[in-house]
């Protein structure tokens, strides 16, 4: 029995595989229906749901209910402890799980019309999915080995999707309304590819543009990590992820995809010494250039992004809102009024952050605040500790990949769309996995 595999049990992790032997590797285990979870995540447009479930009856939703079944299973019946302090993501889930429960409780405890009871409902099923892919993802990645493959996954889905992008850019054309599944319906109206400036804006698999560039420049620091580090796959499979997210973050045109990458790219670039940094921002001018001289007008069109926005409709938008939400906020700001219970109809917040304020409070919004600062305190911790440099460079681009996401979360309402959800909650469960590896046994 390994060393890593003898520390993994006292930590008590979840025994989804018995070792990291080839025949174990290819058992299903945690990370097989997290696996399953992300390719149903982008490769299922988010329109389509089981129809007698509506908008709840997402697949990928139902995984993450299945998984948080899996995880309550294994915390029922297992035997071991957790050593002190070895799980801040998870506490930091827990406790904002009740704090949107606490919401929900003052909701329901309210007048409400059926439409909000119906969307407090929902929230608390997406806040029991999102939990159950990261809690899954915290606590059963049960090796490095096993960790390496979701991330390698993590950044081939990321590339598929932003591929799809380019060509919906290229072509005009959304593609996605010729899929069909059996069983599912679409929940919400396709209404074509958006237009902005002229550009065709790809929006892929997700519900929106603004999504689109949100999920991508989440993935783009790991893909990036991974082209650089895993040197057991070819140069094509390392690097398509890498050029084909680039690629598709400019051409989404969406000033919160921009700023997310700057973000990302900007926090995994000070962990890089100075040479890498130098060939680094070299790449991304003659990258950025071939990008704009193939593309003419849209290096005006990103940069109208900055320079309009006293005329720009959205950001008109977001800073209108604060006095309606003020007056919302003053109603309940404890507790809020329950999670997804301001609806569009009411006004379009683009901000997370400001709605959760209004739904579920000042006690919500700092337990999620917590979970996100949770996360990025063990990738970096990772980053700080790891006993060798590709270790050390996976808990930078988590930490990247959370910092980027939490920032798109100020610039549109991620809540509501269930590509950004679900990949933010699932790279805090990996933040979390990598911590709790690191603690446990060697990397290699």
């Given at each position: 029995?390994?060393?890593?595999?003898?520390?993994?049990?006292?930590?008590?992790?979840?025994?989804?595989?018995?070792?990291?032997?080839?025949?174990?590797?290819?058992?299903?285990?945690?990370?097989?229906?997290?696996?399953?979870?992300?390719?149903?995540?982008?490769?299922?447009?988010?329109?389509?749901?089981?129809?007698?479930?509506?908008?709840?009856?997402?697949?990928?939703?139902?995984?993450?209910l299945l998984a948080l079944g899996w995880w309550i299973f294994y915390?029922?019946?297992?035997?071991?402890?957790?050593?002190?302090?070895?799980?801040?993501?998870?506490?930091?889930?827990?406790?904002?799980?009740?704090?949107?429960?606490?919401?929900?409780?003052?909701?329901?405890?309210?007048?409400?019309?059926?439409?909000?009871?119906?969307?407090?409902?929902?929230?608390?099923?997406?806040?029991?999915?999102?939990?159950?892919?990261?809690?899954?993802?915290?606590?059963?990645?049960?090796?490095?080995?096993?960790?390496?493959?979701?991330?390698?996954?993590?950044?081939?889905?990321?590339?598929?999707?932003?591929?799809?992008?380019?060509?919906?850019?290229?072509?005009?054309?959304?593609?996605?309304?010729?899929?069909?599944?059996?069983?599912?319906?679409?929940?919400?109206?396709?209404?074509?590819?958006?237009?902005?400036?002229?550009?065709?804006?790809?929006?892929?698999?997700?519900?929106?543009?603004?999504?689109?560039?949100?999920?991508?420049?989440?993935?783009?620091?790991?893909?990036?990590?991974?082209?650089?580090?895993?040197?057991?796959?070819?140069?094509?499979?390392?690097?398509?992820?890498?050029?084909?997210?680039?690629?598709?973050?400019?051409?989404?045109?969406?000033?919160?995809?921009?700023?997310?990458?700057?973000?990302?790219?900007?926090?995994?670039?000070?962990?890089?010494?100075?040479?890498?940094?130098?060939?680094?921002?070299?790449?991304?001018?003659?990258?950025?250039?071939?990008?704009?001289?193939?593309?003419?007008?849209?290096?005006?069109?990103?940069?109208?992004?900055?320079?309009?926005?006293?005329?720009?409709?959205?950001?008109?938008?977001?800073?209108?809102?604060?006095?309606?939400?003020?007056?919302?906020?003053?109603?309940?700001?404890?507790?809020?009024?329950?999670?997804?219970?301001?609806?569009?109809?009411?006004?379009?917040?683009?901000?997370?952050?400001?709605?959760?304020?209004?739904?579920?409070?000042?006690?919500?919004?700092?337990?999620?605040?917590?979970?996100?600062?949770?996360?990025?305190?063990?990738?970096?911790?990772?980053?700080?500790?790891?006993?060798?440099?590709?270790?050390?460079?996976?808990?930078?681009?988590?930490?990247?990949?959370?910092?980027?996401?939490?920032?798109?979360?100020?610039?549109?309402?991620?809540?509501?769309?269930?590509?950004?959800?679900?990949?933010?909650?699932?790279?805090?469960?990996?933040?979390?996995?990598?911590?709790?590896?690191?603690?446990?046994?060697?990397?290699?």
């Open positions: 029995m390994s060393r890593s595999r003898t520390a993994a049990e006292r930590a008590g992790v979840v025994d989804v595989v018995a070792s990291t032997s080839p025949d174990a590797l290819r058992r299903p285990d945690a990370v097989t229906l997290i696996t399953v979870y992300l390719l149903l995540l982008v490769v299922i447009p988010s329109r389509l749901t089981v129809a007698p479930l509506g908008a709840a009856g997402s697949p990928a939703q139902l995984v993450g915390e029922v019946q297992r035997t071991t402890q957790d050593p002190p302090g070895a799980r801040p993501v998870r506490v930091m889930y827990i406790a904002t799980a009740c704090a949107f429960f606490a919401s929900y409780v003052v909701a329901m405890s309210r007048p409400i019309d059926g439409t909000e009871s119906s969307s407090a409902d929902l929230g608390m099923v997406a806040t029991a999915a999102w939990g159950g892919v990261l809690l899954l993802t915290n606590d059963g990645v049960a090796s490095w080995d096993r960790l390496y493959v979701l991330l390698r996954r993590l950044s081939l889905a990321g590339g598929a999707i932003a591929l799809l992008g380019i060509v919906q850019f290229a072509t005009g054309e959304a593609l996605v309304d010729k899929i069909s599944v059996p069983g599912l319906r679409a929940n919400v109206d396709l209404t074509g590819i958006a237009l902005r400036n002229g550009f065709n804006r790809p929006a892929g698999t997700a519900l929106h543009p603004i999504e689109f560039g949100a999920a991508i420049s989440m993935i783009l620091p790991v893909a990036l990590t991974m082209a650089l580090n895993d040197r057991d796959r070819g140069a094509i499979r390392r690097w398509f992820p890498v050029v084909a997210i680039g690629f598709a973050s400019g051409l989404s045109i969406s000033r919160s995809a921009l700023i997310a990458s700057l973000v990302a790219l900007v926090l995994l670039g000070v962990s890089w010494n100075p040479m890498r940094r130098l060939v680094g921002g070299l790449v991304v001018l003659v990258f950025g250039g071939a990008m704009f001289l193939t593309v003419p007008g849209l290096l005006g069109s990103l940069l109208g992004l900055f320079t309009g926005l006293g005329d720009d409709s959205s950001a008109q938008s977001r800073s209108g809102s604060y006095d309606i939400a003020g007056e919302f906020i003053a109603r309940s700001p404890v507790f809020g009024r329950g999670l997804f219970t301001f609806l569009p109809r009411y006004r379009i917040l683009d901000n997370q952050y400001l709605g959760l304020m209004i739904d579920v409070g000042i006690l919500g919004l700092a337990c999620f605040l917590g979970l996100i600062v949770a996360g990025m305190w063990c990738a970096r911790a990772v980053r700080i500790h790891a006993d060798d440099a590709r270790t050390r460079e996976i808990g930078q681009s988590l930490l990247a990949g959370i910092a980027g996401g939490a920032c798109g979360f100020a610039l549109f309402d991620g809540f509501s769309f269930p590509m950004a959800a679900g990949l933010f909650f699932l790279f805090l469960g990996l933040a979390g996995a990598t911590w709790r590896l690191a603690r446990t046994g060697p990397s290699s």
